[in-house]
């Protein structure tokens, strides 16, 4: 907002204004601000261990549910998977409204112990006499249902900072989101080497392995997590331009809080928010979801090759998307966030444009082994299992290249590795442009008002598209090829530019569309 000031925005990354300041002395103390900048750097950090508990046993479900309960299929590993965004799903808007009319500790607090009960029962699905398999899925469910305290996190963080501050706050808790998403396989790697035997303490029947271990660790940093926010985290609330407001969340009243400002909330641009966002992180999920099944297709590569290659493209990408967070803020004060908005998508639309197949070189044809993994065939869950395959397995009379009963592979050309690689990178900036542009304007649209529940919504939009994305991918892809789902992704992408474009002059901050603040 150029109204507010070009000097009073050039901040340090993790705080917003230097004390001393003119502005920062005429709107908060130097206790408050350090206060409201401590709790804040406290949300950071949860919920970067929130993302780290999504994480740290993906690659480690298929095989650790195959080793408790035999009669777990493909299919059931699909529905372990998706419990955690089912759980966040139903979770988010109830901690959301639990927020807006109690102090913030209490959802925060409660979200995480459940995470750390659920990830002691995932330690000993390995227990019981039989159903092991519903164990698990319980266990996965309810970590998803601890982590619906994603949304009391971004509407305490939206309350707790003025428009100055909104976007730096934002990219800087998606990019420890993304921190988390990057380090949780890294930990389960070093995990790796206590083995799947490990240590069995026989007193309490709790094996520590490489499955065990990862989550045993979620669970301490867990309950570290509670302390922090106990002893640490304050209710702060201020107005867009910094000034504290009265809240049912304060613990203590102020004579210098003012009133939150009144008015109505534009409900159309709420609603074409929590589409884009869906939409936005709907695409990045079919991607993550398609990346390992394509380049098997394309390259012939083993399950070991994929998983090792596949692998470190996805964390090159999360490195790049941690970069991106990082320069938003910047780059937002000079185009704005509407315009990065917009760029990204248009990104994104080029990035599935480039991976559309040309020419007339054709994928290797596997005539051999109708089974093999690289197919996604109808469920999500045969897609995880390539994902989690062991590079230990024999791989040396696997078939490779692209199925012959995937009748496409028979006249699709092949994706060259550059496309693909250059495809990839594109979609890494941007997703993560797209990704933080979204909540900043949810947040602003939605102005001081409490936005605990709305946050609520448009995290469930978030876990439901990934929930969604997966499976229109696989089975798109299965049945027509890449030029036929990448074609829908790039039509979805046209259409999701055409609705911010209908409704971009209401993407604008609250203050600013009662004429309080000009834009």
Known sequence: MASLGVDSEQEPLLGDRTPGSREWDIIETEEHYKSRWRSIRILYLTMFLSSVGFS???????????????????????????????????????????????PRKEPLIVSIFISVAANCLYAYVHVPASHNKYYMLAA????????????????????????????SSMANTSACQALGFILGPVFQTCFALIGEKGVTWDVIKLQINMYTAPVLLGAFLGILNIILILTILREHRVDD????????????????EVQVPQGNIDQVAVVATNVLFFVILFIFALFETIVTPLTMDMYAW???????????????????????????KLLSKKIGERALLLGGLIIIWVGFFVLLPWGNQFPKIQWEDLHNNSIPNTTFGEIIITLCKSPREDHSEEPTGCPVEQAWCLYTPMIHLAQFLISAVLIGIGYPSCNVMSYTLYSKILGPNPQGVYMGWLTASGSAARILGPVFISQVYTAWGPRWAFSLVCGMV??????????????????????????
């Open 494 to 519: 046209v259409l999701t530019i055409t609705l911010l474009s209908v409704v971009y002059r209401r993407l604008i901050a609250f203050s600013v569309r009662h004429g309080r603040i000009q834009e």
């Open 56 to 102: 740290i046993v993906i690659m480690s479900i298929w095989p650790y549910l195959q080793k408790i309960d035999q009669t777990a299929d493909a299919s059931f590993l699909g529905w372990v998977i998706a419990s955690y965004s089912l759980g966040q799903m139903v979770a988010s808007p109830l901690f959301g409204l639990w927020s807006n009319y109690r």
């Open 302 to 328: 083993t399950r070991e090759q994929a998983v090792l290659y596949d692998g470190i493209i996805l964390a090159a990408l999360g490195v790049e998307a941690v970069i991106i967070f990082m320069g938003i």
């Open 140 to 167: 996965r469910g309810l970590v998803g249902f601890g982590a619906g305290n994603v949304a009391v996190i971004r509407s305490y963080i939206a309350g707790a900072t003025s428009l100055q501050e909104r976007t």
């Open 241 to 256: 331009t910094g000034r504290q407001c009265k809240n049912i969340n304060f613990e203590e009243a102020s004579t210098d």
